[in-house]
């Protein structure tokens, strides 16, 4: 497998337990995501979306756990709307951060 590229969120370290996760999580193959042969490609919307979710999910993990929402219910919730925007064919650019 070639080194990963055009990595902006994910460290090269990371990139493999973060893909399984998305995978799991999501139920998504890999070229549901990325252009086959390019996986540095952004070419497909539904990467740049995770690229963008990824970024706003660590943004609202760094603040600490006592000025934040700890529910499994809104963690849960929160999941389930990714999972389907990602699935959504119709998958806005601007999503993540005007849903919210």
């Not at 000025?67 to 529910?71: C, I």
């Given at each position: 497998m070639p080194?990963?590229?055009n990595l902006k969120v994910i460290?090269?370290?990371e990139i493999r337990a973060v893909m399984e996760s998305f995978a799991m999580g999501t139920g998504l193959k890999c070229?549901?995501?990325h252009v086959e042969g390019d996986f540095g490609s952004d070419e497909k919307n539904k990467k740049v979306v995770a690229r963008?979710?990824?970024t706003m999910v660590r943004g609202i993990t760094s603040i600490p756990s006592t000025?934040?929402?700890?529910?499994p219910t809104?963690?849960?919730t929160a999941a389930n709307r990714i999972r389907n925007r990602l699935l959504s064919s119709a998958a806005d650019p601007t999503?993540?951060?005007r849903a919210f």
């Open positions: 080194a990963p590229s460290k090269p370290e070229l549901d995501c963008k979710m990824l000025a934040r929402t700890r529910s809104i963690r849960a999503w993540p951060y």
